[in-house]
C-alpha cells in the first residue's frame, strides 16, 4: 500500500511539472497561406456577378449585402439577441444532478467516549459501507436572485436593441461612403479616357518640340517656354489622373468586389443629371433627427439600462429568501431509508449589501444623469451637423451651377480654337491649352455634381432616415436596388411617412 500511494505521489508531481511546461509551436507559413486562401474564398463567395453596368442603387444594393463590416453588425445584432435569450434562463431555479460512487480502503468506524470519565464507552463500530452508490438532485430558487435577473435579461433586452440602432447606424455610414464614392466614380469613368487622349497629344506635341529645338529651328526662347507650357499641361492631366484613378478602386471595395473584377458604372449623360432639390423645411427635418438618428435613440437605451441598475442596486440590500428541495439516494445498507426527499426555507441577508447599498443606488442614479446629459449633448451635436450639412448642400448647389457654366463657356472656347487651328490661324499649343482647360472645366464640373449629390445624401444620413425598408420580397440585389430607389423618390417628395426610420 506504501508503494502505491508513493508511486501516486510521484505520478501526480510529473504531471503537476508537465503542466507548467506547456508549449505551443508558431504558425507556419503555409498555416497561413491556407488561412489566406480560406479567407478569400470567404470574403467574396456567394456573390452575384456583374452583369450589367452599375447604377448608384446597385452600388448601395451591393455594399449593405456585400459590405464586410456591415455584416459584422448583422452578427453582433444576432449576438445581442442570443445573450437576451441567455438571461433569461437566469430567471430559473438552479437544479443540480449528481451521481457516483464512493468507497475508502477500510472501514469509517468510530467509537465513543464520555466526556464525564473519558472511558470509552463504546467498542468501535461502523454505520456506512465501504462502497456505495449515491445520487442527489436538488433544487434553489432564490427570490433576490431571480428580480435581480429580471431586471438584467431587461438590460440585455436594450443591449440588443443598442445593437439594432448600432446596425443602423453602419447602414447609414455605407449609403453615404457609396454616394460619395459612386459619383467620383463615375467622374473618373466619364473623364479618364480623355485625360489619356489629351496626354498623348500633349506628350506628341512635347516630342515634336524636342526635335525643333535640336535641330535650332526658331527662337530658343520661345521653343523653350513652349516645351514648358507642354510640360506643365502634362502636370496637370497627371494630377487629375491620379485623383481620379482610384475612384472605382474606393467602389470596389465598399462594395466588397475583388479589386482585379473589372466593372462598368451607368454613366449619365450631362444632360440628364437630375439636380436634387430639398422639399422639406427646416423644422420637420429638425424633428425628425431627434427623434429617429440611431445615436440618440442608443443613448435612450443606455438611460434605461442605467435606470434598471439603480433598481438592481435596491433589490441588493432586501434579505434574499431561498427555497429548496430535493430528493437523494444512498446505497447504504446500514441506512433505513435509502432514498428520501427534503425541503428547505431559509433567509439570507448580505449585511454589507445594506452598507453599501446606498453608496450604490447613488452611483448608479449618476450613471443615469450623465447619461440624459450626453443624450442632450448629442442632441445638440446633431442639431449643429443637420445645420452645418444644410449649409454645405446650398454652396455645393451654387458651386455647381457656377462649374455648369464655366463648363459651357470653356467647351465653346475649346470649339472656336479647334476651327481656328484647322484653318492654321492659331498655333497647336493653344489649341491644347484650351481642350486643357475645357477638361478641367468637365472634371470640376463632375466632381461639383459629385460633391452636391455627397451632401444632399449627407442631409438624409444626418435625419436619420432608413432608405432600406424592414421588409423586402427578398435579398437579391435586384430587389433591395429597387426598394432603395423608391425610398429615396420618397425622400425627394418629402413623402417622409413613407420611410421607415425604426
Known amino acids: 500500500m506504501l508503494k502505491v500511494r508513493k508511486l501516486f505521489s510521484l505520478s501526480a508531481m510529473v504531471l503537476a511539472a508537465s503542466g507548467c511546461a506547456v508549449t505551443t509551436q508558431p504558425i507556419t507559413k503555409m498555416e497561413s497561406g491556407q488561412r489566406s486562401q480560406q479567407d478569400k474564398i470567404a ?3 456567394q456573390q452575384e456577378p456583374v452583369t450589367a453596368p452599375i447604377t448608384l442603387y446597385d452600388a448601395m444594393a451591393r455594399a449593405l449585402k456585400y459590405n464586410l463590416e456591415s455584416r459584422l453588425k448583422v452578427m453582433e445584432h444576432a449576438l445581442a439577441q442570443q445573450q437576451l435569450e441567455l438571461a433569461r434562463y437566469d430567471m430559473l431555479p438552479k437544479i443540480a444532478a449528481s451521481a457516483g460512487y464512493a468507497g475508502r480502503n477500510n472501514m469509517s468506524a468510530s467509537s465513543s467516549r464520555s466526556v464525564e470519565t473519558g472511558r470509552t464507552s463504546l467498542e468501535p463500530s461502523t454505520s456506512q459501507d465501504r462502497d456505495r452508490d449515491v445520487a442527489d438532485l436538488t433544487m434553489v430558487w432564490n427570490v433576490l436572485d431571480f428580480g435581480v435577473s429580471y431586471v438584467t435579461a431587461q438590460q440585455k433586452s436594450d443591449q440588443r436593441w443598442i445593437a439594432e440602432e448600432r446596425k443602423r447606424k453602419v447602414v447609414h455610414t455605407i449609403l453615404q461612403d ?14 479618364l479616357g480623355q485625360i489619356d487622349s489629351l496626354i498623348v497629344r500633349v506628350n506628341e506635341a512635347r516630342a515634336a518640340s524636342e526635335r525643333m529645338s535640336t535641330q535650332q529651328v526658331g527662337d530658343p526662347i520661345e521653343a523653350l517656354s513652349y516645351r514648358r507650357a507642354l510640360i506643365d499641361a502634362t502636370r496637370q492631366l497627371e494630377e487629375q489622373r491620379r485623383a481620379l484613378s482610384l475612384a472605382k478602386t474606393e467602389l470596389a471595395t465598399l462594395m466588397n468586389l475583388p479589386l482585379d473584377t473589372p466593372y462598368k458604372l451607368a454613366l449619365p449623360q450631362s444632360s440628364d443629371e437630375i439636380v436634387p432639390q ?19 435613440r442608443e ?8 435606470a434598471a441598475e439603480t433598481r ?9 429568501i431561498e427555497i429548496s428541495a430535493g430528493g437523494h439516494y444512498d446505497s447504504n445498507s446500514f441506512l433505513v431509508n435509502n432514498s428520501w426527499a427534503d425541503v428547505g426555507v431559509k433567509a439570507t441577508w448580505n449585511l454589507f449589501n445594506v452598507l453599501s447599498g446606498p453608496a450604490a443606488r447613488k452611483t448608479a442614479q449618476a450613471n443615469e444623469q450623465v447619461a440624459e446629459v450626453q443624450r442632450q449633448a448629442i442632441s445638440l451635436a446633431i442639431l449643429a451637423q443637420l445645420y452645418v450639412a444644410r449649409a454645405n448642400y446650398s454652396e455645393a448647389l451654387r458651386q455647381y451651377k457656377t462649374s455648369a457654366e464655366l463648363r459651357d463657356l470653356d467647351g465653346q472656347i475649346a470649339q472656336q480654337l479647334r476651327n481656328r487651328y484647322k484653318a492654321n490661324s492659331i498655333g497647336e499649343l493653344q489649341l491644347i491649352q484650351g481642350e486643357l482647360n475645357a477638361l478641367n472645366a468637365n472634371l470640376r464640373q463632375d466632381l461639383a455634381y459629385a460633391e452636391l449629390r455627397n451632401t444632399y445624401g449627407q442631409i438624409i444620413s444626418t435625419v436619420g432616415l432608413d432608405l432600406l425598408p424592414k421588409a423586402l420580397p427578398s435579398d437579391k440585389l435586384g430587389d433591395i436596388s429597387q426598394a432603395l ?15 421607415q426610420t425604426f
Not at 464614392?181 to 473623364?191: D, G, I, N, P, S
Not at 435612450?300 to 442605467?306: G, S
Not at 430607389?485 to 420618397?490: D, I, K, V
Request: no cysteine; proline share 3%; hydrophobic share 45%.
Open 299 to 306: 443613448q435612450d437605451y443606455q438611460v434605461r439600462i442605467h
Open 312 to 320: 438592481k442596486a435596491l433589490l441588493r440590500m432586501l434579505p434574499g
Open 178 to 191: 457609396v454616394r460619395s464614392a459612386y459619383w467620383r466614380a463615375v467622374a473618373a469613368e466619364r473623364l
Open 485 to 499: 430607389r423608391q425610398s429615396e423618390s420618397a425622400w425627394q417628395q418629402g413623402k417622409l411617412s413613407a420611410l
Open 43 to 45: 470574403m467574396f463567395s
Open 278 to 296: 430639398l422639399n422639406i423645411d427646416v423644422k420637420t427635418l429638425e424633428e425628425t433627427a431627434l427623434v429617429s438618428r440611431p445615436e440618440l
